[in-house]
């Protein structure tokens, strides 16, 4: 298995990742920048090597809530696997980056001749489903705080870094929360001596707390991509 830095593309056989690489461009992920909108047709699928994208839904004039993440371990515009040419969700760039990007004419040829991108793709959409399902009983079930704790955790394993800047407008807004409730499950994650927090600017300090203080999805979602990678 040779190192594309994008989990998907390191998994196939070292030819066919070059090939798909062969139809790419390496382009920076923008924070904020948004790389689809529902509805409306996938022009490009992403597989980030740093960095990560939120897929966040919206239901007519309420704010939009986050319901998965993507990053290093992944890819933006998976229904085009399936055949699905328009996005289902909006995607935001929430961690800046890179991402490899291929124009989806060309991704879908080289699809339709490679057996093993299909069985890896497939085996993603699988893994990408029980991170939306989970999310819809985590939103409905969970307290902010194991929730917060999850995001941070998810968010901490594709930034690859314990760094990243983040305001708790945008936590709110990605949890479907009101501000005061991020304010509180922030704070007492760090006089607990999980999290430090400054102006935007997050890190986590004690990881095994922080995972013992998430939900139990996070733990599922691991479970999940192991799975995907045996």
Known sequence: MADFDNQLISALPARDARRLLGICQEVPLVLADILA????ATRYVYFPTQGFISLVAQIESHPGLEVGMVGAEGMLGVQVTLGVLTSPLRALVQGQGLAWRAPVPAFRRELATCVPMQRRFSAYVNVLMSQLVASAACQRFHLVGPRLARWLLMSEDRSRSARFHVTHEFLAYMLGVRRVGITTAAGDLARRGLIAYHRGELEVINR????????SCYAADQVAYLQMSR
């Open 37 to 40: 909108e529902r509805g409306r």
């Open 208 to 215: 095994a707390g922080l995972e013992a203080a998430s939900c």
